[in-house]
T-cell receptor, first 109, second 112 residues
Framework: GQNIDQPTEMTATEGAIVQINCTYQ??????LFWYQQHAGEAPTFLSY????GLEEKGRFSSFLSRSKGYSYLLLKELQMKDSASYLC??????????FGKGTRLHILP | DVKVTQSSRYLVKRTGEKVFLECVQD?????MFWYRQDPGLGLRLIYF???????EKGDIPEGYSVSREKKERFSLILESASTNQTSMYLC???????????FGPGTRLLVL
């Protein structure tokens, strides 16, 4: 089956930049989603990458390399409200979305 | 905006009870999903449905069943609740394949 791997936890400082990596198996891969999930709340959509390269949306950017089976989410000018879990999810030709276990991001003042 | 609602935010049930979790979406989405989310395990797919009266097993369907009689409503049924079904249950919908899923607020179920 397809595995989605991402770090369990990361810590960064307010105002800094953090990069959250995600790797996946390339077989049958179609695209990659990033979601943000605050504690006790539902995941909310951040980005969807299908093509190689960087896509920027304000303070958040997402990168994809299809050949390397690799993606990252880049958060700039970190704010305390960015403390959350970030879920990487792969879309595959089986029509399933496979979620990683999430990266819990802690922001320090 | 897409709205996905779930019947309860918090639910406490006893072992052996039959439990119904309901999910409604208001955007005419074809596809609907039920996940459970547990610490350290992430989101795991229980069942999904591509259309009315259609259902497909996900990764962990044991102990669960689903019903989709109307396009906007997808119900998850725990036929006989057990303590290992204590979890956060999340419903999601999407318009079609390769588009994002929209999640409901979740139901935190405690089975005693």
């Amino acid at each position: 089956g397809q595995n989605i791997d991402q770090p369990t936890e990361m810590t960064a400082t307010e105002g800094a930049i953090v990069q959250i990596n995600c790797t996946y198996q390339t077989s049958g891969f179609n695209g990659l989603f990033w979601y943000q999930q605050h504690a006790g709340e539902a995941p909310t959509f951040l980005s969807y990458n299908v093509l190689d390269g960087l896509e920027e949306k304000g303070r958040f950017s997402s990168f994809l390399s299809r050949s390397k089976g690799y993606s990252y989410l880049l958060l700039k000018e970190l704010q305390m409200k960015d403390s959350a879990s970030y879920l990487c999810a792969g879309a595959f030709s089986t029509d399933k979305i496979i979620f990683g276990k999430g990266t819990r991001l802690h922001i320090l003042p | 905006d897409v709205k996905v609602t779930q019947s309860s935010r918090y639910l406490v049930k006893r072992t052996g009870e039959k439990v119904f979790l309901e999910c409604v979406q208001d955007m005419d989405h074809e596809n609907m999903f039920w996940y459970r989310q547990d610490p350290g395990l992430g989101l795991r797919l229980i069942y999904f449905s591509y259309d009315v009266k259609m259902k497909e097993k996900g990764d962990i369907p044991e102990g669960y069943s689903v019903s989709r009689e109307k396009k906007e409503r997808f119900s998850l049924i725990l036929e006989s609740a057990s303590t290992n079904q204590t979890s956060m249950y999340l419903c999601a919908s999407r318009y079609r394949v390769q588009e994002t899923q929209y999640f409901g607020p979740g139901t935190r179920l405690l089975v005693l």
